[in-house]
């Protein structure tokens, strides 16, 4: 590979090699991007492994952020891009299954890709472009498999979480798993109980986002891993029915939760119960909420206004794009047009404030303001009122009265 024909990503990162290089130590590029590049796919960052430890690399760079300073990694700014830097390292000391909580930094690269997962995980490239492959990890790039660095049992044994990337390696590239790496992920499967659901979320996540999501779900279904994380257990039939549905991809965690909240047929307490033990955020335990109820009215209607006012815009095509998955219908184009003529988009867009209402009934400020502005909200959206200062006070007037009748 020349120099020339680097991907710009890759160009871009070479002064950060040569300067640690001019310090007198040895720099490669790893991981994902050099993986990536071999494929021809997307790079998404780029990291770098030096011999430099942390507090040379500091050095050498002006601009840094500690960002997992202990375990080697420091990240370099340089022309509005930022670097994950690396010292070689080993993990020796693993406990209960899980990834070291202290490192040990060495000098050579060899020692450093041996503690990597996957052989198409432990290739580095240098700034020339010359591939070092210890693992033979190029051969399986190209037979498409995904091969455990070295003896199998014990890498899953050192750190539990390598089988679930197994899985999201086989979404995310369509690969298969080689057959011993295979059997020792089935024998070892249990082990996943030890790690941290943080963990095991993010790269579920990543799986369920995958191109080929049922691949890499079909592997987590067989080798029987969804028995050792929360909430699964007794799903084993609506988790493979989610296997009839097609590669579509799916674009943010939301969509993947309520996927999920619909096929696994939680109820409300134990859909919260599911989100919460996969420690999922509470911003995006909303989203995923809010998605779930659209689209289990979605089965039996059309958007309506007031279904689309709800939701806005980017939910609504999110729950569309998941009614495409399910029943092969849907128009995105159709809900665009329709939110564009909606009298109002939020709530901030009534012509009449809270303190408006207050002061032309003469009321003081209750449980009826509330009550009142979702009236004129609804008649609004179903085109009953107009969005106009007067019309709503005289609406409001007689919707007042009418309470008082009651
Ligand atoms: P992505 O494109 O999703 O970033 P990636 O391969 O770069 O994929 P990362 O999670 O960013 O994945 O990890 C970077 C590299 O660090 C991996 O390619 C692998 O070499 C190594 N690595 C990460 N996690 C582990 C682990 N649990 N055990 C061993 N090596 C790991
Ligand atoms: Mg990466």
Same mark, same amino acid.
């Given at each position: 590979m020349k120099v020339e024909d680097f991907p710009c990503e890759f160009k871009k990162a070479i002064p950060?090699?040569?300067?640690?290089?001019?310090?007198?130590?040895?720099?490669?590029?790893?991981?994902?991007?050099?993986?990536?590049?071999?494929?021809?796919?997307?790079?998404?960052?780029?990291?770098i492994a030096t011999s430099a430890y942390p507090a040379e690399i500091k050095e050498i760079f002006p601009r840094t952020v500690d960002v997992g300073i202990e375990h080697g990694t420091v990240m370099v700014l340089y022309k509005g891009r930022s670097y994950e830097v690396?010292?070689?390292?080993?993990?020796?000391?693993?406990? &209960?299954?899980?990834?070291?909580?202290?490192?040990?930094? =060495?000098?050579? /690269? *060899?020692?450093?890709?041996?503690? $990597?997962?996957?052989?198409?995980?432990a290739l580095a490239m240098d700034s020339n472009g010359k591939i070092i492959d210890l693992?033979?990890?190029?051969?399986d790039l190209q037979g498409k498999v995904i091969r455990a660095a070295g003896d199998s049992n014990e890498r899953f044994h050192e750190d539990a979480l390598r089988?679930?990337?197994?899985?999201?390696?086989?979404?995310?590239?369509?690969?298969?798993?080689? &057959?011993?790496?295979?059997?020792?992920?089935?024998?070892? =499967?249990?082990? /996943? *109980?030890?790690?941290?659901?943080? $963990?095991?979320?993010?790269?579920?996540?990543?799986?369920?986002?995958?191109?080929?999501?049922?691949?890499?779900?079909r592997i987590f279904i067989e080798t029987k891993a969804f028995?050792?994380?929360?909430?699964?257990?007794?799903?084993?039939?609506?988790?493979?029915?989610?296997?009839?549905?097609?590669?579509?991809?799916?674009?943010?965690?939301?969509?993947?939760?309520?996927?999920l909240g619909y096929f696994l047929a939680f109820s409300q307490v134990d859909f919260h119960k599911f989100l919460r033990e996969w420690k999922e955020a509470k911003a995006v335990f909303r989203e995923a909420f809010l998605m779930l109820e659209l689209l289990k009215k979605r089965k039996h209607s059309e958007w309506t206004n007031e279904l689309l006012f709800q939701a806005g815009l980017d939910i609504a095509l999110l729950t569309e794009e998941l009614v495409q998955l399910i029943w092969r219908r849907g128009d995105n184009e159709k809900i665009k047009?329709?939110?564009?003529?909606?009298?109002?988009?939020?709530?901030?867009?009534?012509?009449?404030?809270?303190?408006?209402?207050?002061?032309?009934?003469?009321?003081?400020?209750?449980?009826?303001?509330?009550?009142?502005?979702?009236?004129?909200?609804?008649?609004?959206?179903?085109?009953?009122?107009?969005?106009?200062?007067?019309?709503?006070?005289?609406?409001?007037?007689?919707?007042?009265?009418?309470?008082?009748?009651?």
């Amino acid at each position: 590979m020349k120099v020339e024909d680097f991907p710009c990503e890759f160009k871009k990162a070479i002064p950060i090699i040569k300067r640690l290089r001019q310090a007198g130590f040895v720099a490669y590029f790893v991981g994902g991007s050099v993986r990536n590049f071999l494929l021809g796919q997307e790079i998404h960052d780029i990291d770098i492994a030096t011999s430099a430890y942390p507090a040379e690399i500091k050095e050498i760079f002006p601009r840094t952020v500690d960002v997992g300073i202990e375990h080697g990694t420091v990240m370099v700014l340089y022309k509005g891009r930022s670097y994950e830097v690396t010292t070689f390292r080993t993990e020796s000391a693993y406990q &209960d299954y899980r990834r070291p909580d202290s490192v040990i930094f =060495v000098r050579t /690269l *060899e020692e450093d890709l041996k503690r $990597r997962d996957f052989t198409i995980n432990a290739l580095a490239m240098d700034s020339n472009g010359k591939i070092i492959d210890l693992f033979a990890g190029k051969a399986d790039l190209q037979g498409k498999v995904i091969r455990a660095a070295g003896d199998s049992n014990e890498r899953f044994h050192e750190d539990a979480l390598r089988m679930m990337r197994a899985f999201r390696f086989a979404s995310q590239l369509g690969f298969r798993i080689e &057959d011993t790496t295979y059997q020792a992920i089935q024998a070892n =499967v249990s082990l /996943l *109980e030890k790690i941290s659901m943080e $963990r095991i979320q993010a790269e579920f996540i990543k799986l369920m986002l995958g191109k080929f999501r049922n691949k890499g779900l079909r592997i987590f279904i067989e080798t029987k891993a969804f028995l050792h994380v929360p909430c699964l257990q007794q799903k084993s039939f609506d988790l493979k029915k989610l296997l009839q549905l097609p590669d579509d991809t799916l674009h943010t965690s939301s969509q993947v939760w309520a996927l999920l909240g619909y096929f696994l047929a939680f109820s409300q307490v134990d859909f919260h119960k599911f989100l919460r033990e996969w420690k999922e955020a509470k911003a995006v335990f909303r989203e995923a909420f809010l998605m779930l109820e659209l689209l289990k009215k979605r089965k039996h209607s059309e958007w309506t206004n007031e279904l689309l006012f709800q939701a806005g815009l980017d939910i609504a095509l999110l729950t569309e794009e998941l009614v495409q998955l399910i029943w092969r219908r849907g128009d995105n184009e159709k809900i665009k047009k329709q939110f564009a003529k909606l009298p109002i988009t939020s709530r901030s867009e009534i012509a009449v404030s809270g303190n408006d209402l207050q002061k032309e009934l003469n009321r003081k400020p209750g449980e009826w303001l509330g009550i009142m502005i979702a009236q004129i909200e609804q008649a609004i959206l179903q085109r009953k009122l107009k969005n106009e200062y007067q019309a709503i006070i005289e609406f409001a007037r007689s919707e007042g009265e009418h309470d008082k009748g009651r």
